[in-house]
Each structure stands twice: as C-alpha cells, then as structure tokens.
C-alpha cells in the first residue's frame, strides 16, 4: 500500500507539474496577442451580412447553400449578441460612475475642480462611444434578423415548390411508354456506374488492400456474433411466466430493441467508415450505398420494435393491449412494410445516382408510394375494434379511458386516400412525401410509447412507498417517504415533457424546418386582410386557434397531473388541492388568451382598450357573471370553506365538492348536487361545521319521572359518556336539569367529541347506553299524555328529543 501511495503521488506530481508547464506556456502567447478593436469586429461583422445579402440575390441556390447562408448568419448574430452583453454592463458601469460625479455646474455657481470636470469629459466621451457601439450593434443585430428571416422564407419557398411541383399521373400510359423508352439507357448507366465500382473494388482487392474493410468485416462478424447468441439470452422473455410486471415488460421491450438493432448499427457503421478510408464512396455509387446501410438498420430496428410491443407469441409479455390475431396481424404487415420500405428507398437512390429521367423518377416514386398505401389498406382491415365489457347496469358502455384508435384510423385512412389521390392527379412527390412522413412518424412514436412506458414504470412508479429504491433513498440520503414521492413524480414529469419535445422536433424534421420556424407559415399563403393597424390573415386565425388550444389542453394536462400524480403526495388537504388546481386553471387560462391574441397581432395595449370598450357592458349585464367569479377568488383565497367542509346554507347542508368560477356545488346527504352562486357564500350566512376544526359538541336529552333521583340521574348520563371512546375528556361531560313537564323533568347532557361527523353514532349509542342504565335503575321514561291531554299546562312534551343532524351516507355513521 505505501508502494502504491508513492507511485499515485508522483504521478499526481508529475500531472500538476505538466499542466503548469503548458499553462505558462500558453500565457506569454496569449497576453501577446493584441484584442481586436470594437470597430473592427463591427465592420467585419456588417460587411459578413452584406456579403450574405449579396449571396442571397444569386440564381441556383439549393437548399446546401441556404443551410450554409442560415449558418453564416446563426454565428454573426452569436458574436453581436457576445458584443452587446460585453458592451452594456460596462455602459451600465460609467452611467453609474457620472452620476456619482453630478451635472456640470450651472453658469455662475461655484466652478468645481479641474480634476472633477477632466474625469468627467472622459467618462462622457467613453459613455457615448459604448452606446454608439451598442446601438450599431442592436442595428446589425436587426439586420441578422432580417436576413435569417428571409432564408427561412426562400426555404420554405424552395420546399413548397418541390413538394407540390405536378407532374404526369401514374395511370397515365405515355408516362409508363416513355420510362419504358428511357429504360435501356439508364440500366446501362447503372451497370456501368456499378461495374465499375465492383471492378475497382475487386482489383484492389487483388493488390493486397482494402486493409480497413477487412477489419470492418471482423468487427462486423463480431458485432453480429454477439446480436445473435449472447444479447438473446439477457432479453430473453420467459413463456412460462404468465403475470410479468410492466416494468418487466418495458425492460425486455427495450433491451430487445436496443440489443438487435446497435449491433447491426455499430457494424454498417464501421463498414461505411471504412469504405470512406479506402475511398471507395466516390461517384454516384456512395448515395446507394449509404441508402441501403441505412435501410438495414431501419429493417432491423422496425422489426425489433414490432417483436418488443406487440409479442405476437407472448401474450403475458404484451405492452400494447391487442388481443393474439391483432398483435399477430401487425407483426406481419410491419415485416412486410420494412421490406417494401428499404427496396423502396434504395431504388429512388438508385435512379437518383443514375440521373435516370423524368419519367422513370416519377414511375418509380408513384409505384412506391402506391405500394406502401396498399399495406396501409391491409393493415387497416386486419384491425379489430376492442369490444365492450359486459355491465351490470342497463347503461350504454362507457369506457373508462379515452379511445384513440378511432382517430388514429381515421386519420390512416385520409392519409391513403390522399397518397391515391396524388398519384392519380400528378403530385407524385407529395404522395412519397406522405409515405415517408408515415413510415417516419409511425417509427417515432413506437419509441416514444417504448420510452414513456419506462419512464412511468422505473421513474415514477418504482420509488413506492415499500419499494427498495424508496428505502434506499430514505436510508442514504435521508429523504422522507414523501418527499421521495414527490421527486419520482416531479422527475417522470419532466421527463415526459423532454421525451414529447424531442419527439415533436423529430417528426417536424423531415420538413425542413428549424426550431425558430415552428411558429411561422409559408410566405406564399400568408394573405388577408388590415383592419386599421391590425393585420388578419387565415393562417393567424388558424394559428391562433391552435396556440389556444394546446395551451388549454397543457392547462388540464397539468391540472390533471396536479390532482392526480402530485399534490395527493404532498399531504394537503383538500381545499388547498382544489384552491392551487383551480389558480392553475385561471393562469393557464389567461396566458391562453394573451399567446391567441399576441399570435392574432394584438399587443396588450390593444386588448386594454377592447377590455375598456367593454367595461360598461361588463358593468351593466355581466354584473352578476363578474361578481361571482370575483367571489369565487375570494372563496379560494381566504378560505372560509374549502372542498371537503360540511356546510349547511339556507334549508340545505352537505359537503362541498368542487369550487368553481361562478358557483360552488355542494353534495348533500341525500346525493343531490345543490349549485349555490359563489356570491351567495362570501355575502350570505354560511354554517361551517370544519371550519375550525373537526371538533363538536352534541346533546343527549331524556324524560324521567318526578320520584326519579336527579343526582342519581344526572351520574349516570355523565358516567355513559365518560365510557364512550370518542367523547373528549377535557372538557368533560356535564348534565342539566332543563325543564319540568306534566309528565316528566327533562335533562340535558352536554358533551364534545372530536369528529363531529360521528355525531348521529355517537348520540345513538348514548341514547342507547343511558337507557339500559335508567332501566337497571327503575328510572323508566313515562308514557306520553293521551293526545288529548297534550296541551294541559302549555306545551306538548317531547319523552325524546331529536338528536344530531343527518350524516351523508359515506360517513362511518351511514352503518
């Protein structure tokens, strides 16, 4: 060990020693170096824009030479930003400075000192050069805007005009005679262009070269080795066992898809790099070749991900719920799919690296697509509606989670009669588009439900309250159970919301776009009309309505997760639940309506006048709507009841449910729903028995006869309470002699207990007990007067007086 301890010192030595080295090294040549003037990097800055300007102009742009402009751009508005943020603090710092020294002193007051006045023309004189380079370098920075908006706009364009560009129609015959023309001179082109990379790749062969492909081939053999006989074993799912867990299920889905697919990456992966050293990609032979590598792999991981869903000979291992024929039926159509899919491909490259024509381009994007909506057509008729379950109620079905795969059809099914449609009329190149986004998205959101599902099992779901991981937690590092808790939700929550960002900038990839183009239209549909400054255009109103929309829908997503995922972790009770999912609402709400209207062109200037427009009417007809609503604020921020309270209001009592923007509803005891105005509840008299707490006090009246003992009477109601477990002790149970009767004297037993939702038990079984003890004791209430005699002395007598109020049926009283 001191061995070891003096080797590791001195190397550690020996590290510490090199880095200084080249650190002092490094300084002298960096200290040498002389910054560059901020006039300087502003001139170099305009003149790259100008250049990129002028460029823009040119004919023949492709789509490389816009990327490339974009990037140009993207770099010139990253170092204007780096000189703006260097720029403003040190403004910020002299502005701070002069007025620390004060204005010039007025014409005939006290001259100040020369020292004062010279520091403070230096500082002016630096002060106004930093915001001349600020305010050129905002200027630049809006010309960096200007630009990049208008490259996004030609690539739109560009983008556009090819997806939508009309040729010949697949059913047309002179397009099948010309291609049929064109065919011999093309396959010509292709054997030669393939000979001659198959007669390049055999001759060196023969010289002894190709030293990387070899290598390549070993490690590919290898790669392959390990997919087939050792990765099997470690995701092989067990037939026999018939309850696996879901995190069971995901983990095996996963390691299937990953364990076929990375080997068969990692090997065509170092096949193309190596037929790249050895230069073998030249020509028009590399695009075939990277295409077809490609399509492997995307065979293989299609495939996978198929087998690790749908386990169409594993029922127990099924993530998605399809019986056996669907699971089946959709194992062979994506087995078929990836197979058309990868020949598909690869003969549009092989026609593109040909320079085949016109016609055999169309031919062959029209056939491929065609041929890809007939499996769609196959796959759709093979699917099974999920029937409903049998019920013991005589209601229609209702299921109890949202149905997607209505939509999902329906949505598959506009989409192949939009590809049969295209070819049919000439736009063959939207027709393969649509096929391509298919087979993309479908590819896409597998992974995604692959992913969520692992996430939800092993992130959320796994530190439970008894699992080790939640042990492991509250032991190590000290976190309590619930705060472990509420970390696993708040992670999976985050998660989800990273897994549906990346998958939404997945699927929007293919079109071209980027990140700052997600919000913005093609320039060539963007007309309208004004309406004074105000610009409305359909795809706004469209826009608009989409913005309000989503932020609706991740309004109630998240009041949604709130109430079920989150905030019962927290241990509040169920006013404050209520009271932070409802102020989410609100302020979902809001910003809802601010994006909508910000995306329609309304500043907030403009809403605050539209809101002063309608200030009277608001005032005169929704009088009523705002005073409840502003009511309803009240009740979720003061509190004075909350959901979960028992109130009693007018005639009607009941707990409340829910508080809502215009009126509370409350459940009575007998399950009807009574919806008071919130108003009512803020101006009126409410009767909150939880307000203040559970606590309550109740009364056991009883009749004896005059010879009756009252000392002896007054004991033993005291004594019964006493011996009831859910009378308090403190304060304690007292009795009284409350009133003289014809018949009897009447006796009042005042006690507390400490849930006032017992009371209707706990008063009956203490009518019960105080009975049997008066019994025992020959204390035996009278008979009631005959009716007649009732009103003899002034009021008619009551042997047993009405006790607590009625519970609701779901309380421990109900039994």
Not at 14 to 40: E, H, K, W
Not at 48 to 68: F, H, I, M, N
Not at 218 to 238: E, F, Q, S, Y
Not at 659 to 682: G, H, K, Q, W
């Amino acid at each position: 060990m001191p061995r070891t301890a003096t080797v590791f010192s001195g190397f550690l030595l020996l590290l510490i020693g090199c880095i200084l080295f080249i650190g002092v090294s490094v300084s002298p040549a960096l200290t040498a170096t002389d910054p560059v003037p901020l006039n300087q990097r502003l001139d170099t800055l305009r003149s790259a824009l100008e250049q990129t300007d002028k460029e823009l102009e040119a004919d023949g742009r492709t789509d490389a030479d816009l990327s490339r402009l974009r990037q140009s751009v993207e770099d010139a508005r990253v170092d204007i930003l780096a000189i703006i943020d260097e720029l403003t603090p040190r403004a910020a710092a002299l502005n701070a400075q002069l007025e620390q020294l004060g204005a010039k002193p007025e014409q005939g007051a006290q001259p100040e000192s020369e020292n004062i006045a010279s520091e403070r023309a230096d500082k002016s004189a630096a002060l106004a050069e930093l915001n001349a380079g600020v305010k050129l370098a905002e200027t630049l920075m809006v010309q960096a805007n200007q630009i990049s908006t208008r490259i996004s706009d030609l690539r739109r364009t560009a983008f556009a005009r090819s997806l939508f560009a009309r040729s010949s129609s697949l059913w047309n015959p002179s397009l099948w005679r010309m291609a049929g023309e064109a065919l011999p001179g093309d396959l010509y082109v292709m054997n030669r262009a393939f000979g001659n990379w198959g007669a390049d790749l055999l001759r060196r062969f023969q010289e002894g070269g190709l030293g990387y492909v070899v290598a390549a081939a070993v490690v590919g053999v290898l790669l392959h080795w390990l997919r087939l006989r050792v990765l099997p074993r470690l995701t092989w799912r067990d037939p026999d066992i018939t309850e696996p867990s879901r995190l069971e299920k995901v983990l095996k889905a996963l390691g299937i898809t990953l364990a076929r697919s990375v080997p068969m990456a990692g090997a065509n992966l170092v096949l193309y790099l190596a037929l790249q050293s050895e230069n073998l990609l030249g020509g028009r032979i590399a695009p075939v070749i990277s295409w077809f590598l490609f399509g492997i792999v995307f065979l293989v991981f299609m495939r996978a991900l198929s087998d690790a869903l749908f386990a169409p000979d594993l029922t127990a291992w099924r993530l998605f719920e399809v019986d056996d024929e669907t699971a089946r039926h959709l194992s062979s159509v994506t087995n078929l799919g990836t197979i058309v899919i990868l020949t598909g491909t690869v003969a549009q490259a092989v026609v593109a690296a040909i320079g085949a024509g016109l016609p055999l381009v169309v031919l062959t994007d029209g056939v491929w697509a065609l041929t890809v909506a007939g499996l769609m057509v196959w796959a759709l008729r093979g699917l099974k509606r999920p029937e409903p379950s049998d019920t013991d109620d005589f209601g229609p079905y209702v299921s109890p989670e949202a149905d997607y795969q209505g939509i999902v059809v329906a949505i598959s099914w506009l989409a192949v009669l939009a590809i049969v449609l295209a070819v049919t009329i000439g736009y063959i190149a939207f027709a393969s588009f649509i096929v391509g986004q298919i087979v993309w998205i479908l590819s896409v959101l597998g992974l995604y439900f692959l992913l969520r599902v692992f996430v939800e099992e092993l992130v959320e779901k796994l530190p439970g309250r008894h699992s080790r991981a939640s042990l492991f937690l509250q032991t190590n590092i000290g976190l309590r159970r619930r705060a472990v808790e509420q970390l696993s939700v708040i992670t999976a929550g985050i998660l989800k919301i990273v897994l549906l960002g990346v998958v939404v900038l997945l699927i929007i990839a293919p079109w071209g776009m980027e990140t700052n183009d997600l919000y913005t239209s093609f320039h060539a549909v963007r007309v309208g009309f004004s309406i004074g400054e105000i610009s409305i255009s359909p795809i706004d109103i469209m826009t608009a309505a989409l913005t309000f929309a989503v932020m609706m829908a991740v309004t109630h997503a998240l009041q949604r997760w709130l109430e079920n995922k989150y905030l019962p972790t927290t241990g509040f009770d169920a006013g404050i639940r209520n009271s932070i999912r409802t102020a989410v609402g609100y302020v979902g709400f809001f910003l809802a309506v601010a994006l909508a209207s910000t995306q329609l062109g309304l500043s907030l200037s403009r809403i605050s006048l539209v809101a002063g427009a309608l200030s009277v009417g608001v005032g005169f007809g929704l009088q009523s709507v705002v005073n409840n609503f502003v009511s309803g604020l009240i009740l979720l921020w003061e509190r004075p009841i909350r959901v979960g309270d028992w109130v009693v209001v007018g005639s009607d009592q009941g707990y409340v449910r829910r508080i809502n923007v215009r009126a509370t509803e409350i459940e009575t005891f007998d399950r009807a729903s009574v919806i008071v105005p919130n108003s009512n509840l803020v101006s009126g008299v409410v009767k909150n028995w939880l307000h203040s707490g559970r606590t309550g006090r109740i009364t056991i009246s009883v009749g004896v006869a005059y010879d009756s003992d009252e000392d002896e009477v007054r004991r033993v109601m005291t004594d019964c309470a006493k011996a009831h477990p859910s009378v308090m002790k403190h304060p304690e149970p007292v009795a009284f002699l409350m009133e003289f009767t014809d018949t009897k004297m009447r006796f009042d037993m005042l006690c507390f207990i400490g849930n006032i939702q017992e009371s209707l038990t706990v008063t009956s079984q203490l009518n019960l007990a105080v009975l049997k003890q008066l019994r025992a004791l020959g204390y035996v209430p009278p008979r009631p007067l005959a009716p007649e005699t009732w009103h003899v002395g002034g009021a008619a007598p009551a042997v047993t007086p009405v006790g607590a109020p009625k519970l609701p049926p779901e309380s421990p009283d109900a039994s």
